[in-house]
């Protein structure tokens, strides 16, 4: 385009110096004509995004890798003129999400819609928008631009597997001691009673309080936590192996999809974060109460709580988890023990090779707090350490330990029965 403009503007030089020096008719009519291409090149141009409105409508803000983002766009032409084309620029950050489009000839008062659906192929928090709309006349001498800043956050959830079962230590069953905190589900644990509120279930009313006080009155109940389960995610860097991110081109999806299928990024992290989102999904849809633990870019800790509010919300966590800490697995184990009530359990998912904390494992245990291990083998995502041996070494102090290698299905890594 600029080249185009250049070589008008050097015709138009060369029509008026020739027709200064020899006064033929010729080259002023090639002076007035250049004139005039510039003069309604420039015009159509300053008026090509008049009245050209833009809008985009995404259908959900959450998505889940493996599902499909859909979002609609519209153009439309408000102005009495066609617009000659149009070039819609969408500058998301979201991998493989492509919804840029050129639109030629929009005629007044008319639409043009288009759907892009995206396949979530990498967990995260990412941009959809800004828009930059892009026109210009019908000889390619001027180009104009108008950005539209309206933009949306979109949090994509890792991938989670269906578990047919996840063995747990003999004897962890729901009863024992009380844990002082209020909860809206009903437990062993009686807590004491208060007045009725709207909304609160019939079937918690305490017919004797209220027929001696002569008003509703409902039973407050506290939480349990042999129903606890604590997903500790060790984010060690030192001991992480694989690539966690990938930079997707749009036409080149082969080495992430399997047939119909997404398969993880290769890396200890992805697998990590995906089957502590897993195993938090198989516990809460059995109504036990699941908290987290994860050590990354910062702490994070979130209460054990059931219900899909506390699922979602383990999952937004996850969804921007960093394996950047520096903190080692045995020191973690120690920082929280204390937060660790007796009876419940944690389940820690870690990539390391170091089994000093195993010994504060086996300590934990005989605290009262059962130790369920997931162990990434980092030699099979390409790290030069192997501790295949490490499961092993924790089934022999009785505490259960599952293997995961790069490529298994994490269904049945997760449920094979092994020790």
């Known amino acids: 385009m600029r080249s185009r403009r250049i070589v008008v503007m050097l015709l138009l030089v060369a029509s008026l110096i020739g027709a200064l020096v020899t006064g033929r008719d010729l080259f002023y009519n090639l002076l007035y004509l250049w004139l005039a291409l510039v003069a309604v090149a420039g015009l159509w141009s300053y008026t090509s995004l008049g009245q050209a409105r833009v809008a985009r409508q ?12 859909e979002e609609r766009l519209a153009v439309r032409n408000s102005s009495r003129l066609p617009k000659l084309w149009l070039e819609v620029r969408d500058q998301s950050d979201m991998p493989g999400h492509q919804a840029s489009k050129v639109i030629v000839a929009l005629a007044p008062g008319r639409d043009r819609l288009w759907t892009v659906r995206t396949l979530c192929r990498q967990r995260g928090r990412y941009r959809l928008g800004p828009i930059t709309v892009i026109s210009g006349d019908p000889f390619g001498l001027f180009q104009v631009t108008r950005d539209i800043k309206q933009s949306n956050q979109i949090v994509v959830y890792p991938l989670t597997v269906e578990l047919p079962d996840f063995p747990l230590p003999l004897g962890i069953t729901p009863g024992g001691e009380f844990l002082r905190r209020r909860t809206h589900y009903v437990t062993p644990n009686a807590a004491g009673v208060r007045e009725y509120v709207s909304g609160d279930s019939f079937n918690r009313i305490h017919w004797r309080t209220t027929a001696r006080r002569n008003r509703l009155m409902v039973k407050e109940f506290e939480l349990d936590p042999m129903a606890d389960i604590w997903v500790l995610l060790d984010g060690d860097q030192s001991m992480q192996a694989g690539q966690a991110v990938v930079n997707i081109k749009p036409d080149d999806f082969r080495w992430f999809i399997r047939p119909e299928k997404v398969t993880l990024l290769p890396s200890t992290e992805e697998y990590a974060v995906s089957i502590a989102g897993t195993i938090a999904q198989h516990f809460i849809r059995r109504d036990r109460a699941v908290g987290l633990i994860a050590y990354g870019d910062t702490r994070e800790v979130i209460q054990p709580d059931r219900g899909e509010r506390q699922f979602t919300k383990l999952l937004e966590t996850l969804a921007v988890f960093r394996a950047h800490s520096r903190v080692r697995l045995n020191e973690a184990l120690t920082l929280e023990s204390d937060q660790l009530p007796r009876g419940s359990t944690v389940a820690v998912i870690t990539a390391t ?15 009262g707090v059962n130790v369920v291990a997931v162990i990434l083998n980092p030699a099979s995502f390409g790290g030069q350490r192997d501790n295949a041996g490490v499961a092993a070494a924790l089934w022999s102090m009785g ?5 995961v290698n790069e490529g298994d299905d994490l269904a049945a890594a997760l449920t094979a029965s092994k020790g």
Do not use: C, E, F, H
């Open 58 to 69: 995404t259908r959900a803000l959450r998505a889940q890798v493996g599902n499909y983002l």
């Open 353 to 367: 090779w170091d089994v000093k904390w195993a010994t504060i494992a086996r300590g934990l245990k005989r605290r």
């Open 399 to 403: 505490m259960p330990a599952y293997s």
